[in-house]
C-alpha cells in the first residue's frame, strides 16, 4: 500500500507542471481592496480603500515567471492628517499548478511605494520607501489565454512625521484578470 501511495504521490508531482501555462507574455489588471497598518504616533481614522493595480510579465517556464506592476496602496487618514500612496516594482512569481486550470502562485519582490499626505498643523509629509515585497494568490484559467487572479500583497510605505520618518505597511487583497500572448 505504501509503495502504491508513494507511487501516485511522485506520478502527481511530475504530472503536475504539465498543467501549467505555457511560457509566454502576459499583461492584467487588478481591482482590490488596500489595509494600511498604523503607523507611529497616528490613530487611522480610515485605513481602507479601494485599489487599481496593472501587471505584465514573463514565464519563463511552467513554474517560473518575472512580473512587473504597478498598484495602489491604498489611502489613510488620522484627526489631522490624510495621505495615500503608490508602488511599482518587479517580482519573481513561483507558480504551483494544481490542476489544467488552476494554479496557486507566491510573489517575491522589490517595490518602491511612494506617499503622499497633507496635515493641518502642518508636521507629515509623504515619503518614498524601497523594500522587499511579497504575495501569495491564486489563478484559475477560464480558457487557455484568459485567467481570473486572485491575491494577497504586502507593500512596505513610509511617511514624515515631524522630521521623522514613520514606516508602515499596507495589505492589498485584489481580484484580476491576466491574457496570456
Do not use: C, H
Not at 17 to 41: H, S, W
Not at 171 to 176: D, E
Amino acid at each position: 500500500m505504501k509503495k502504491i501511495a508513494i507511487a501516485a504521490l511522485l506520478s502527481a508531482i511530475t504530472v503536475a507542471p504539465a498543467f501549467a501555462a505555457d511560457e509566454g507574455f502576459y499583461a492584467g489588471v487588478t481591482l482590490g481592496q488596500a489595509r494600511a497598518n498604523a503607523f507611529a504616533g497616528a490613530a487611522l481614522t480610515k485605513s481602507n480603500d479601494t485599489v487599481y493595480g496593472i501587471l505584465g510579465g514573463y514565464q519563463i517556464t511552467k513554474n517560473w515567471g518575472v512580473e512587473a506592476f504597478y498598484t495602489g496602496a491604498g489611502k489613510w487618514a488620522t484627526t489631522t492628517a490624510s495621505g495615500k500612496a503608490d508602488t511599482y516594482g518587479i517580482n519573481a512569481v513561483g507558480t504551483l499548478p494544481l490542476s489544467d486550470a488552476f494554479s496557486l502562485y507566491g510573489k517575491l519582490g522589490y517595490a518602491s511605494t511612494k506617499s503622499t499626505a497633507s496635515s493641518a498643523p502642518a508636521g507629515i509629509t509623504g515619503a518614498t520607501r524601497n523594500a522587499a515585497t511579497y504575495g501569495l494568490g491564486g489563478v484559475y484559467n477560464v480558457t487557455p489565454a484568459v485567467g481570473i487572479r486572485f491575491g494577497w500583497d504586502r507593500y512596505a510605505a513610509a511617511v514624515v512625521n515631524t522630521g521623522v520618518t514613520s514606516n508602515y505597511n499596507s495589505n492589498v487583497y485584489s481580484l484580476g484578470a491576466v491574457v496570456k500572448f
